[in-house]
């Protein structure tokens, strides 16, 4: 294992932006933590906006929770952009369509993200007219953010082959420096990687306390000291201000005269 000063080799502005956003979104509206359980937003509607950079993040960030999401844009390329990278898993024109959709996932409480084709302030007239009132919606996720003194440390880990393999091992690790009442933590480590496909699939992320940071690093130093690395793999944190890198390297193998 060796540590350095080198910012981390892969970075994705996009990840964080939705971890933010999820973590926004539970603080804000998630029912109290019970231990072993894992909280959820199933049965509500976000309405998460106009699908710019931060409803983008939103959309994702809602359906991580649970929740099915609304969002607009008039805008045909952002729309076909969005489907394609699976921001969102309908595109329709009207409010009505939306509403199918929306109404029989809540129903189900399952996720959804909806967008409808169309200028915001539009549908948003139309959603007054008709009564369509969100149980959350951006604008309050983004007035409630985190003004926490809690130091939060960014820890990223890779694998050097085969991370499908792989990451899901370290993410378990991961998940046992958690306590059983982190049930917002526990969701993103089992989600994200789901639903931020692509951006997850070589790397992991995750917004932490500097003590789940000791203790994941902790518990692979034992992993490492057991000869139980099976991959070279390597651990990054950063604080927003410096970062530091620790690679761990599985046992050579042992040679037998």
């Known amino acids: 294992m060796t540590a350095n000063a080198q910012a981390p080799s892969i970075e994705s502005k996009f990840v964080v932006e939705v971890e933010r956003a999820y973590a926004c979104i539970m603080s804000s509206f998630a029912p109290p933590p019970v231990t072993g359980t894992e909280p959820s937003l199933g049965g509500m509607l976000f309405y998460s906006g106009q699908l710019d950079a931060t409803g983008r993040a939103f959309t994702v960030a809602g359906n991580l929770a649970g929740a099915a999401v609304l969002t607009v844009t008039a805008d045909p390329e952002v729309q076909r952009q969005a489907v394609r990278q699976g921001i969102v898993d309908f595109l329709v024109t009207?409010?009505?369509?939306?509403?199918?959709?929306?109404?029989?996932?809540?129903?189900?409480r399952e996720a959804v993200a909806v967008c409808i084709g169309a200028v915001p302030e539009d549908v948003e007239c139309e959603m007054t007219e008709r009564g369509v009132a969100p149980n959350l919606v951006r604008d309050a996720a983004l007035r409630s953010i985190c003004a926490s003194e809690e130091r939060i440390l960014g820890v990223r880990w890779t694998v050097e082959s085969q991370p499908a393999r792989w990451l899901p091992w370290l993410d378990a690790i991961a998940s046992e420096c958690l306590p059983a009442t982190s049930g917002a933590a526990h969701r993103w480590l089992r989600?994200?990687?789901?639903?931020?496909?692509?951006?997850?699939?070589?790397?992991?992320?995750?917004?932490?306390?500097?003590?789940?940071?000791?203790?994941?690093?902790?518990?692979?130093?034992?992993?490492?000291?057991?000869?139980?690395?099976?991959?070279?793999?390597?651990?990054?944190?950063?604080?927003?201000?410096?970062a530091e890198a620790y690679r761990f390297m599985p046992a050579a193998p042992r040679v037998v005269a």
């Open 94 to 108: 009207s409010l009505d369509e939306a509403l199918r959709i929306l109404k029989n996932e809540i129903r189900k």
């Open 191 to 242: 989600l994200a990687p789901r639903y931020l496909g692509r951006l997850l699939r070589e790397e992991r992320f995750f917004a932490a306390s500097p003590e789940f940071a000791q203790q994941f690093l902790e518990n692979l130093r034992t992993q490492s000291e057991k000869s139980q690395i099976p991959v070279a793999l390597t651990v990054s944190i950063t604080d927003g201000l410096r």
